[in-house]
């Protein structure tokens, strides 16, 4: 069996937290592909980090959620696994000029989504309003003779 034939036939495995994420558009675009995968899904830090990364690590060095393993290949990154399926599934354009229109829409898609995600999760100033009132406090010990945190 020729090597391309053997890649055809084998799994691809998709990584990724527990949560729809990153990792939604990636399953939907396997989906849309009629791509075999495993799904798998990390719900804890350890079965991340100790059980699964040391492995992709082994693969890629830029090892980090979402991964897809194809083969003998591993992808990390969100986008760059957008890029690989577009590129194995024929779902990126056929021409330069196509291509290029993907990219661009790939990246105001990704404009949009970080400042929804400003909008609808406002962590950022929630957690430097934390950072500054712990300063504060810690300001405060120190003033009145403690040691400070």
Known sequence: ESQEALHSTMSIEL????????????????TYAGAEYKDVHFSSMDAWFK?????????????NLPYLVDGDKCVC?????FYYLGEKYGLS?????EKLNN??????????RNN????VYPFKQVI??????????RRRAWACGGKGA
């Open 51 to 63: 059980d699964r990364k040391p492995a992709i690590l082994a693969m890629n060095p830029l090892a």
């Open 93 to 97: 354009g056929s021409t330069p000029d």
């Open 116 to 119: 929804m995600l400003e909008l």
């Open 103 to 112: 990219e661009q829409l790939l990246c105001e898609v990704y404009d949009v």
């Open 128 to 137: 430097v309003q934390v950072h500054v009132r712990r300063g504060a406090r």
């Open 15 to 30: 990584g990724y937290w527990g949560n729809r994420g990153l990792g939604a558009p990636l399953r939907m675009m396997l």
């Open 77 to 81: 990154q969100t986008n760059s696994v």
